[in-house]
């Protein structure tokens, strides 16, 4: 069956970077789309970016644009997300998901495969 798993997940202060890892099995990472999103307790998930394994093209939530970067490495089956410049309100539970046929990357529901999820906690 499909897995991913995410790692990388911990505490920072504001202004401080992580990197998040999505490992992903049985599936190739070739025409996919990778996207990574967050929740925080009573709030919906949020999407945060997303990628397309074909052509490596990607998108971002406006709260993040600028300062969070997602990418793949096919080779090894893994999509990272690399935060930098983190504010306590990036905070959250972080999730991978994959989707095959993805027709607007913001929507949870296009999305076929999800991960547990990581926690990130960034303090003031």
């Known amino acids: 069956q499909v897995l991913l798993v995410e790692s990388g997940g911990g505490s920072v202060q504001a202004g401080g970077s992580l990197r998040l890892s999505c490992a992903v099995s049985?599936?190739?990472?070739?025409?996919?789309?990778m996207g990574w999103f967050r929740q925080v307790p009573d709030k919906e998930r949020e999407w945060v970016a997303t990628i397309y394994t074909g052509d490596g093209s990607t998108n971002y939530a406006d709260s993040v644009k600028g300062r969070f970067t997602i990418s793949q490495d096919n080779a090894k089956n893994m999509v990272y997300l690399w935060m930098n410049s983190l504010k306590p309100e990036d905070s959250a539970i972080y999730y991978c998901?994959?989707?095959?046929?993805?027709?607007?990357?913001?929507?949870?529901?296009?999305?076929?495969?999800w991960g547990q999820g990581t926690q990130v906690t960034v303090s003031s």
């Open positions: 049985k599936l190739t990472l070739s025409r996919m789309y």
């Open positions: 998901a994959a989707g095959a046929y993805v027709a607007d990357a913001s929507l949870e529901r296009e999305y076929s495969y």
